[in-house]
């Protein structure tokens, strides 16, 4: 257009340009330019430089299609590499995490092996082979040439549907999947899906499991949520379904009608008023929703659980508090890692990317290994995926061996010999992070319901938590006076230190709600459940003065007990305020619309700036006479940050 209009005009203006050097800087170079394209600009601009940035460039391992002599890799449409920072790098950077992948087999294995048989019986080679020649091949078989007869149609059956959505929502299963916490869930998942029909059937199927609220119990009377573990979000799953533009205008109209209703459902429950005529801002609702970065959707309620796609949001989007991805369909290489990488983004507690596969799971773990490798250029294992369920707990044998030998050696404190003490919190570390491998599977849930040999093991962590942090406190002073006394591989102020899982305050609610003053018993059985609370002690402090307020008779035991914390968590905030207040010598009531602004990890902190103008530098001075006036504020900036993340949303965390 614009040639045309320099020509219309007698200029050259255009021309001129054609003949200039342009360099063209391209992001994700294969998303935004075909090769088609770019040949075409380069006929206009023929002295033109390119430079691509892409994530997941295309090797000749996953080369394009060929079409004519147009480029099919990276290499070929952008020319030599000048610099990679691969995935593997990232992840050791710890910039993103690493995926723990779970491969679900769905088909029954004699079931697949009869269809082998059958198919194999209608090919004329082995026609006059014996059934048991037949059999013979099909055991010899590689699984992943096993998979190859699957028909697709198996992956489209309601029975197919069924076993998915119950493997998915299995209460222990969908604890961990959506990190449940306080009863809620605090992360969001996608389901990826073969086409936007099997999108639609997996939304109607989960809506009507789940239609009834005492559908948990219902759909799962055999696979009770374990002791310890609360799920009380009555509108779990929130569930929505996206697509493209393009991908909508392929649909049938009665497609398109059934997609209406869905919309109708989302405006419903959402307070939204979308359709199909403006999808593309109903998909903008979603995205947001599932990142839960603005302020109105970090509300509890406003977020989406799960939201289920065919290709939208498997490229590019970025809300890190996607935790699990869950796979219905075929994935490789550059789609592959793309769609495992909505996981994988850090964020607080958040440890890994979480993902379970459904179909053909011996092709699924193939395609895994291959697209590591070659987003890592790693030959070998590159530490981007978590070891399997059965390594992890080989593993964790091992590890449970090592500290059972050293703890039985002798009774162990902080005046045990200091080789010892080293030993036994080494053996004590390595078994804790075998368990934290292990708790994320699915496998794991099962083998804690049928194997009272793994419950006892895991037991021998909750006997230890004392005297290992006794023991641990007592190295901190401590300096290796000789060889083999070797502290490097302690942590000591590890994030990650002992979580074992099965404790939640709702659950402490719970107990709270029937306690009887001065009953020993249930005070014992409190005392235990929040010694394995994964909370801080700050918060613990709290729930033991509600206990002992009703052993005073401070309380009434008929006084609602959501009454009661919501008073003495809030007292406990409002006392960490007022002593930070009066040490900083900053407004109080600035403080305090900070706290409740604030959201862990942003930068800057809500209200800061008033908290800076309402600073008293000489008051402070006075009573910190080494204070410098330019060092005071930034001082007192960290100082808050660790009060907020370390504190003050701890006790905020128990009234949600």
């Given at each position: 257009y614009a040639k045309k209009q320099e020509e219309k005009k007698g200029t050259n203006r255009f021309q001129k340009l054609m003949g200039q050097h342009i360099v063209f800087v391209v992001d994700e170079c294969h998303r935004a330019l075909s090769a088609e394209n770019m040949e075409e600009i380069k006929k206009m601009f023929p002295k033109s430089t390119w430079f691509g940035f892409t994530g997941t460039p295309i090797f000749p391992e996953n080369r394009k299609q060929a079409k004519g002599q147009l480029a099919r890799t990276t290499h070929d449409q952008?020319?030599?590499?000048?610099?990679?920072?691969?995935?593997?790098?990232?992840?050791?950077?710890?910039?993103?995490?690493?995926?723990?992948?779970?491969?679900?087999?769905?088909?029954?294995?004699?079931?697949?092996e009869n269809k082998i048989y059958r198919k194999l019986?209608?090919?004329?080679?082995?026609?006059?082979?014996?059934?048991?020649?037949?059999?013979?091949?099909?055991?010899?078989?590689?699984?992943?040439?096993?998979?190859s007869y699957l028909d697709p149609t198996v992956f489209e059956a309601d029975e197919y549907i069924q076993k998915v959505i119950?493997?998915?929502?299995?209460?222990?299963?969908?604890?961990?999947?959506?990190?449940?916490?306080?009863?809620?869930?605090?992360?969001?998942?996608?389901?990826?899906?073969?086409?936007?029909?099997?999108?639609?059937?997996?939304?109607?199927?989960?809506?009507?499991?789940?239609?009834?609220?005492?559908?948990?119990?219902?759909?799962?009377p055999n696979q009770p949520i374990r002791e310890g573990r609360t799920m009380e979000d009555p509108d779990f799953p929130r569930i929505a379904i996206t697509y493209s533009l393009e991908e909508n205008s392929r649909d049938s109209s009665a497609q398109q009608e059934e997609m209406q209703k869905i919309?109708?459902?989302?405006?419903?429950?959402?307070?939204?008023?979308?359709?199909?005529?403006?999808?593309?801002?109903?998909?903008?609702?979603?995205?947001?929703?599932?990142?839960?970065?603005?302020?109105?959707f970090k509300q509890f309620g406003k977020q989406i659980d799960l939201v289920i796609v065919v290709d939208r949001l498997l490229t590019g989007f970025d809300a890190p508090t996607i935790q699990t991805l869950f796979v219905d369909r075929n994935l490789e290489y550059a789609g592959l890692i793309q769609a495992f990488s909505r996981t994988n983004r850090t964020y607080p507690e958040k440890t890994k990317g979480l993902?379970?596969?459904?179909?053909?799971?011996?092709?699924?773990?193939?395609?895994?290994?291959?697209?590591?490798?070659?987003?890592?250029?790693?030959?070998?294992?590159?530490?981007?995926?978590?070891?399997?369920?059965?390594?992890?707990?080989?593993?964790?044998?091992?590890?449970?061996?090592?500290?059972?030998?050293?703890?039985?050696?002798?009774?162990?404190?902080?005046?045990?010999?200091?080789?010892?003490?080293?030993?036994?919190?080494?053996?004590?570390?390595?078994?804790?992070?075998?368990?934290?491998?292990?708790?994320?599977?699915?496998?794991?849930?099962?083998?804690?319901?049928?194997?009272?040999?793994?419950?006892?093991?895991?037991?021998?962590?909750?006997?230890?938590?004392?005297?290992?942090?006794?023991?641990?406190?007592?190295?901190?002073?401590?300096?290796?006076?000789?060889?083999?006394?070797?502290?490097?591989?302690?942590?000591?102020?590890?994030?990650?230190?002992?979580?074992?899982?099965?404790?939640?305050?709702?659950?402490?609610?719970?107990?709270?709600?029937?306690?009887?003053?001065?009953?020993?018993?249930?005070?014992?059985?409190?005392?235990k459940a929040l010694a394995k609370l994964n909370k801080t002690e700050g918060v613990k402090e709290v729930y033991r003065q509600i206990l002992n307020a009703f052993d005073v008779g401070t309380l009434d035991s008929n006084e609602d007990i959501f009454v009661i914390k919501r008073r003495y968590f809030t007292?406990?905030?409002?006392?960490?305020?007022?002593?930070?207040?009066?040490?900083?010598?900053?407004?109080?009531?600035?403080?305090?619309?900070?706290?409740?602004?604030?959201?862990?990890?942003?930068?800057?902190?809500?209200?800061m700036k008033a908290i800076i103008n309402s600073k008293d530098y000489e008051g402070y001075k006075a009573k910190h006479q080494e204070a410098k006036p330019f060092k005071y504020p930034q001082e007192m900036k960290r100082a808050w940050r660790k009060m907020l993340d370390d504190e003050l949303i701890p006790l905020e965390n128990e009234l949600r």
């Open positions: 952008y020319g030599e590499v000048l610099h990679t920072y691969t995935i593997k790098n990232a992840l050791e950077d710890g910039s993103v995490l690493g995926f723990q992948v779970e491969h679900e087999n769905t088909v029954e294995p004699t079931s697949l019986k209608e090919v004329e080679t082995y026609a006059e082979y014996s059934s048991e020649q037949i059999n013979r091949m099909i055991d010899q078989m590689e699984p992943v040439k096993k998979e119950h493997k998915m929502f299995r209460p222990d299963n969908a604890y961990t999947k959506f990190d449940f916490r306080n009863g809620r869930p605090t992360k969001s998942a996608i389901l990826t899906t073969s086409s936007i029909d099997m999108a639609k059937k997996y939304y109607r199927a989960i809506k009507e499991m789940t239609k009834e609220p005492d559908w948990l119990t219902k759909e799962f919309i109708e459902e989302y405006n419903q429950y959402y307070d939204t008023a979308w359709s199909l005529a403006d999808i593309e801002r109903y998909n903008g609702d979603i995205n947001n929703r599932l990142a839960r970065k603005r302020a109105e993902i379970v596969t459904f179909r053909k799971p011996a092709t699924m773990e193939k395609n895994v290994e291959d697209a590591t490798k070659l987003y890592s250029e790693a030959k070998e294992e590159s530490g981007l995926i978590y070891p399997s369920y059965q390594e992890s707990k080989k593993r964790f044998k091992q590890a449970y061996g090592k500290l059972k030998e050293v703890s039985s050696m002798e009774s162990i404190d902080e005046h045990t010999p200091l080789e010892i003490r080293i030993e036994y919190v080494k053996a004590f570390q390595e078994l804790n992070r075998a368990y934290e491998s292990l708790v994320t599977y699915d496998d794991y849930n099962d083998d804690m319901v049928q194997s009272s040999t793994l419950n006892n093991q895991i037991q021998l962590l909750e006997e230890q938590i004392g005297v290992y942090e006794t023991v641990k406190g007592s190295l901190i002073e401590e300096e290796p006076e000789k060889e083999g006394e070797d502290f490097s591989t302690i942590e000591f102020y590890s994030e990650n230190t002992t979580k074992l899982y099965d404790i939640d305050s709702t659950y402490i609610d719970q107990l709270l709600g029937t306690y009887a003053a001065n009953s020993s018993d249930a005070r014992e059985e409190i005392e007292q406990a905030s409002d006392n960490l305020i007022h002593a930070f207040s009066n040490e900083w010598f900053v407004s109080e009531k600035e403080l305090h619309a900070s706290n409740l602004q604030y959201m862990p990890g942003e930068d800057p902190i809500s209200n």
